[in-house]
């Protein structure tokens, strides 16, 4: 098993272009989510699923879009990136009630 | 809402001595406690969680946790620290009522020193 694997490693973008990181695990896990680190902040929650078809917000969704149409894949859009949005990502999965296996990250700068 | 405190940004112990990092959560329901490490540039990795049933949990590592229920906190502990266990440590909250959603404490960074 892969796990969960996250493509790009790093990026860089110009304020206002748009990206998609991507997403998918090979667990079966209907569990889904999208975290950002930054530094002094622990991880904050951008979106999740529950669920093929299913998601929600967390804390800090403005400036990101997701969707997930297959159990596997759970891409983040950004829409139109902005500075503030210079953070790590990453995606992880879980099956009900279980702990979470993460991806190895996204680093994005936005300049 | 769900909540996590990690009242420590960082510990420092000396190799073979005992550690604790500590967590207390606010939740609604029952909650779901887990414990995550992450070293430098890498994801997090799962340590250990609580569930149901008996309050010491035992995990990866030599590592377990106390949970307790009155004083709503779930520290992370280990008998003999070794230097290789410096790194970030997370503590995070599931509310099951709440479904897939999740809430991480800001992280304490455990500095073992030899």
């Known amino acids: 098993n892969a796990g969960v694997t996250q493509t790009p490693k790093f990026q860089v973008l110009k304020t206002g272009q748009s990206m998609t990181l991507q997403c998918a695990q090979d667990m079966n896990h209907e569990y889904m989510s999208w975290y950002r680190q930054d530094p002094g902040m622990g991880l904050r929650l951008i979106h999740y699923?529950?669920?093929?078809?299913?998601?929600d917000q967390g804390e800090v969704p403005n400036g990101y879009n997701v969707s997930r149409s297959t159990t596997e894949d759970f891409p983040l859009r950004l829409l139109s990136a902005a500075p503030s949005q210079t953070s790590v990502y990453f995606c992880a999965s879980s099956s009900a009630g279980n702990e979470q296996f993460f991806g190895p990250g996204t680093r994005l700068t936005v300049l | 809402a769900q909540s996590v405190a990690q009242p420590e940004d960082q510990v420092n112990v000396a190799e073979g001595n005992p550690l604790t990092v500590k967590c207390t959560y606010s939740v609604s329901g029952n909650p779901y406690l887990f414990w995550y490490v992450q070293y430098p540039n890498r994801g997090l990795q799962f340590l250990l969680k609580?569930?149901?049933?008996?309050?010491l949990v035992k995990g990866s590592y030599g590592f377990e946790a106390e949970f307790n229920k009155s004083q709503t906190s779930f520290h992370l502990k280990k008998p003999s620290a070794l230097v290789s266990d410096s790194a970030l440590y997370f503590c995070a909250v599931r509310d099951p009522a709440r479904g897939g959603k999740s809430t991480f404490g800001d992280g304490t960074t455990l500095t073992v020193k030899p």
């Open positions: 609580y569930i149901t049933g008996d309050n």
């Open positions: 699923s529950v669920g093929a078809g299913i998601t």
